[in-house]
Each structure stands twice: as structure tokens, then as C-alpha cells.
């Protein structure tokens, strides 16, 4: 199978087959939303790659992940995003 494997600066869906390959500062996990599914509660999660200065700033930066799970979706004049198959 394909593996999709991008490099962005947008948060990517966290998935159990997501592999970060490189990347510049931190990942933080942001959670969307829980979702009741039959009984039980989805809890969806994003990294989102940041950078700290050394002064505290805190920006975005880039993150380079691959994911079996996931499609690439290239947007005209964008980074591309991965967009999950299961959802």
C-alpha cells in the first residue's frame, strides 16, 4: 500500500499509525472534540508543531509525518494536508 508522508505547518490528525519524520521545535497535542459513538466517547487529537523562541514566543512551524491511514490532499498554493481514510 501507499503511504502518505508530507511535510506542513498545519496540526495533523493523530492516528496509532502516524510516524513523525523530522520537524522543527515541539508538538503539541490539541484535542477537537469528543464524539459519542455507540456508548462511547471518541476523543480526537492533533499535534501541532510550534516553535519556542528565547524569549517565550511561541510560532508556528513545520512539521515532516507520514501515515498509512491517511491521503494526501494538495490544495493549490497551500501546504498539503492528510486527510484520514477512516473517518
Do not use: R
Not at 498509512?68 to 498554493?77: A, F, M, P
Amino acid at each position: 500500500s501507499c503511504i502518505a508522508s508530507i511535510e506542513t505547518p498545519y496540526p495533523v490528525l493523530y492516528t496509532s499509525t502516524l510516524k513523525i519524520e523530522s520537524g522543527k521545535g515541539s508538538c503539541y497535542y490539541m484535542h477537537e472534540k469528543c464524539m459519542s459513538k455507540k456508548g462511547s466517547l471518541e476523543l480526537k487529537a492533533y499535534l501541532v508543531p510550534v516553535f519556542e523562541d528565547k524569549n517565550g514566543l511561541i510560532s508556528p512551524t513545520w512539521i515532516k509525518v507520514q501515515d498509512e491511514t491517511s491521503d494526501v490532499l494538495d490544495i493549490e498554493n497551500l501546504f498539503p494536508i492528510l486527510i484520514n481514510k477512516q473517518n
